[in-house]
Nanobody, 123 residues
C-alpha cells in the first residue's frame, strides 16, 4: 500500500506563490507516474500536472501551464507543485496522486490519493 500526504496549502494573495509537497510512504517502488489535481466543491476533479517516474516528462493543463511546475525527488519520495502568479480561480482543494501506469492523465488511472490540501487565493 502507498500513503500520500500533501502539505503546503494555505491562504495567499493573488499574484503570490505557494509550493505544495506530497510525500509518499509504503510501497513507493510500486508506482510510476505522479500527478496533481484540484477540485472545487460541486465540480469534477481537474487534472493539473503529471510527471513520469524519472522526471523526464511533464505535462500541464492549459489553465496552469507557465505558472505551475511539477517536480519530484525520488530520494525523498516527494513530488512538488510550485505555483506562481496565483489567481483567485486557483482556489480549490489540491490532491496529489500516484499511478501504476507510466504517464496517465485521467484521474481514474491513478490508484493512490492524498487527503488534499486547501489553497485559497484572495483577490
Amino acid at each position: 500500500q502507498v500513503e500520500l500526504v500533501e502539505s503546503g496549502g494555505g491562504l495567499m494573495q493573488a499574484g503570490g506563490s505557494l509550493r505544495l509537497s506530497c510525500t509518499a510512504s509504503g510501497r513507493t517502488f510500486s508506482f510510476n507516474a505522479m500527478g496533481w489535481f484540484r477540485q472545487v466543491s460541486g465540480k469534477e476533479r481537474e487534472f493539473l500536472a503529471r510527471i513520469t517516474r524519472n522526471g523526464d516528462k511533464t505535462t500541464y493543463a492549459g489553465s496552469v501551464e507557465g505558472r505551475f511546475t511539477i517536480s519530484r525527488d525520488n530520494s525523498k519520495n516527494t513530488v512538488y507543485l510550485q505555483m506562481n502568479s496565483l489567481k483567485s480561480e486557483d482556489t480549490a482543494v489540491y490532491y496529489c496522486a500516484a499511478a501504476y501506469s507510466d504517464y496517465p492523465q485521467s484521474p481514474r488511472h491513478y490508484t493512490f490519493w492524498g487527503q488534499g490540501t486547501q489553497v485559497t487565493v484572495s483577490s
